[in-house]
């Protein structure tokens, strides 16, 4: 579960169905138990027509793990699992299908984290061992072609750990890159992802 930043009466789950549930204790309880929104994780992206988009398929369903709320845009959350790939989502329009889909871990995704101090940034923790860092999209003009919004991209990547990584958080406070991760190897690895990214990367 995931209490929203943005509201004290918005939270949220991800589960082995493949759905991400949005609840808002605004609502009657009698009313399927504050629930107001249903995701399907495991839907395609939208397309604004041209050529067929090859990202634009729909998945079959795969247990979600780990869900985060994006700290600047009030209604986008991203989720991931077992299939390995990450989504974000528009709460607004539940059924519209992921508006990014981030494809590079090998085995499942254990945990992300929207970062505090940019809007489009993301980490994510994996049992391939590696942390990566990634971009969902939204400050790049250079949009996938026929998706509605940008397709994002990996834009760094960590892998000290040597055991499956189960957990990554960033520090609000100090330098914008500090970040935290846990993994099998009993070890917790205190790192700045700035040194782990490309040059092309926010201007790194």
Not at 86 to 101: E, H, K, L, T
């Amino acid at each position: 579960t995931a209490w929203s930043p943005h509201s004290p009466s918005i939270l949220s789950s991800v589960s082995s169905d493949s759905h991400c549930r949005i609840f808002d204790l605004r609502t009657p309880a009698s009313s399927s138990n504050h629930l107001v929104a249903l995701i399907p994780i495991h839907g395609p992206p939208p397309t604004l027509g041209g050529p067929p988009n090859p990202m634009q398929r729909t998945m079959p369903p795969a247990e979600a793990l780990t869900h985060d709320w994006n700290k600047y845009r009030s209604t986008v959350l991203a989720t991931a699992g077992v299939d390995t790939v990450i989504r974000s989502f528009d709460v607004r329009n539940p059924r519209g299908g992921p508006i990014a889909m981030l494809e590079g871990h090998k085995y499942a995704v254990r945990k992300i984290a929207w970062s505090p101090h940019l809007s489009d940034v993301l980490l994510s923790a994996s049992y391939d061992m590696t942390c990566r860092v990634w971009s969902d999209g939204t400050n790049n003009t250079n949009t996938h072609p026929g998706m509605a919004t940008g397709g994002g991209s990996q834009i760094g990547q960590m892998d000290r750990h040597t055991e499956f990584c189960t957990g990554v958080d960033w520090c609000l406070f100090g330098s914008e890159g500090w970040c935290a991760s846990v993994a099998w190897d009993e070890r917790l690895l205190v790192w700045d992802v700035r040194s782990h990214m490309g040059p092309q990367a926010h201007g790194q």
